[in-house]
């Protein structure tokens, strides 16, 4: 990976997003960030989104609607209530079966896995 140039304004994305574990869509991180850099637009945001995420800094987390970002790119997994469609980290202890299939001769270098279902606040 190349290093990539200072940017006060992809700064302020990464940033946001680590501080964060609600996976905002770009149009939240837009909204949060515009208050600490007013004069970014929301073109330069994806434009940030895209270039965090070629980079493995940022996780892109798609839903079927709106991408959602993650700024903690550690092995975990995620779950999308199909209602409210708030996006929710699970903390899954043995992930040895999904990051190692047997009888499997290649290499594996990384792995998406996404649950669905209602979240505790839809499911009452």
Not at 117 to 123: A, H, T
Request: a positive charge.
């Amino acid at each position: 990976m190349a290093t990539l140039r200072n940017s006060k304004q992809r700064d302020a994305v990464l940033k946001d997003l680590q501080l964060r574990f609600d996976h905002p869509t770009a149009e939240d991180v837009y909204l949060s960030v515009k208050k600490a850099v007013p004069s970014i637009s929301l073109a330069t945001v994806y434009r940030n989104l895209k270039l965090l995420e070629s980079e493995g800094l940022i996780l892109r987390i798609p839903t079927g609607d709106s991408d959602r970002y993650d700024g903690h790119t550690h092995n975990h997994y995620h779950f999308t209530c199909k209602d409210c469609r708030k996006v929710l980290d699970l903390d899954i202890a043995d992930q040895n079966p999904v990051t190692h299939p047997k009888d499997f001769d290649g290499t594996i270098t990384g792995h998406s896995l996404m649950f669905f279902g209602l979240c505790s606040r839809c499911k009452k």
